[in-house]
């Protein structure tokens, strides 16, 4: 039997993609260019038994979705870059109480209220350091209509298993598009709920370390209770100054993302012909689909590039992107920003070769054209 597929819009797959992994509970506030997920979400929860809600801005949307979080919902929330400035203390309280959410950026123009209706790419840095303090961060740069179904859904099992917020970036140009889709059937794509709590309630502790990385989250409004804070906490949940506590549950809740196993499991990437590239195309999001056609052309005129395009920008693709910087002659960076990635690319590369961006801001997208210019210039 066939597998059903349609026509739709880049938000409005994200909604499906929400409701496929198991969301029943979504708070937001309107801003372009993510309102569609919104509305497509206020009717499909309720078809599955979820709650909706807009709340009065977007500091009480987030506030709502951890509310909802804590006891045992899968929570999600969507916005765009203001919005995500707004959310930004409550994102830092979700880091530090360890509180699962997936956070929805449909990226435009900026800073402020910048250009609501035109793309951007300026909000990736935002989503790595825009809340204070150390913290771990996981981001994931979707391209396609297809892809933001299945990074949606890989969103939520990052934020259960990890347990913490997980950020979705695709920006205007992707979450307004319309593309072909085909829908997973149930059971196809992996699942995965937080781990069970395995103590009796007065046995509990929130933030027990010896449970590992990422201890067990009981919901509230069952037989377990427990303190949530944003200060710095022992392992029963209660605040603490004790400087070994605090240095150590800071170090957990970073390694629980950075250490090797995890790293392993989060990161997501394409290649596209970087066997024998001589000049790398780093690209996300909608640039990359410039960039792929880029290679392409200049693959016709002999030029030996490839494309490399991270899935998960946070963590970041360190270990990869230093071998391709030691592979290849050049590294093109094209962003609808002045330069953000370019700089961890930079970071990484170690001087290894030519590091250029490709930068624009004017609310159109990076075209082929552009970015093949650069290579021949850098070449």
């Not at 919104?38 to 499909?44: F, R, T, V, Y």
């Not at 969507?78 to 309280?93: N, R």
């Not at 230093?322 to 609808?336: C, G, R, S, Y």
Request: glycine share 8%; proline share 7%.
């Amino acid at each position: 039997m066939a597998k059903k597929t349609a026509l739709v819009q880049g938000n409005q797959a994200c909604a499906a993609g929400a409701i496929y992994a198991g969301c029943t509970f979504f708070g937001g506030y309107p801003i372009t260019p993510s309102t569609e997920v919104a509305e497509e979400m206020s009717e499909l929860l309720p078809t599955v038994g979820g709650k909706f809600i807009q709340m009065e801005d977007e500091i009480g949307a987030m506030a709502s979705v951890i509310g909802a979080s804590l006891t045992g919902a899968k929570a999600l929330t969507a916005t765009s870059g203001p919005g995500v400035s707004l959310k930004q203390e409550l994102i830092g309280y979700a880091c530090i109480a360890e509180t699962p959410c997936v956070i929805i950026n449909v990226m435009r123009g900026g800073p402020s209220t910048g250009m609501p209706t035109g793309p951007g790419q300026s909000d990736v840095m935002q989503a790595r350091w825009g809340t204070h303090g150390d913290h771990a961060a996981i981001a994931l740069v979707p391209e396609s209509i297809q892809e933001i179904f299945t990074e949606t859904v890989r969103a939520f099992n990052l934020a259960e298993k990890y347990r913490m917020p997980v950020q979705v970036l695709f920006d205007e140009i992707v979450g307004h598009m319309r593309e072909r889709i085909v829908y997973p059937e149930p059971g196809e794509l992996e699942l995965i709920d937080r781990d069970p709590v395995t103590v009796s309630p007065e046995d509990y502790k929130p933030y027990d370390s010896t449970k590992g990385l990422v201890p067990p989250l009981a919901s509230f409004g069952s037989e377990y209770k427990y303190h949530v804070t944003g200060l710095n906490k022992a392992d029963d949940g209660f605040p603490t100054t004790k400087a070994s506590l605090v240095d150590a549950e800071e170090r957990r809740q970073i390694d629980k993302v950075e250490c090797p196993e995890a790293r392993a499991d989060i990161e997501s990437n394409e290649e596209f012909m970087t066997e024998d590239a001589e000049v790398i195309l780093w690209a996300y999001g909608s640039s990359a689909r410039s960039a792929r056609y880029a290679v392409n052309e200049l693959r016709k005129e002999g030029i030996k590039a490839g494309l490399f395009r991270p899935i998960t920008l946070w963590p970041f693709p360190e270990k990869r992107t230093a071998e391709l910087a030691n592979q290849a002659k050049a590294i093109i960076v094209p962003e609808m920003n002045l330069g953000q990635m370019i700089h961890e690319v930079e970071r990484v590369a170690l001087g290894n070769c030519a590091i250029e961006g490709v930068f624009r801001v004017d609310g159109d997208p990076l075209n082929p054209g552009q970015i093949i210019d650069k290579v021949k210039e850098v070449i």
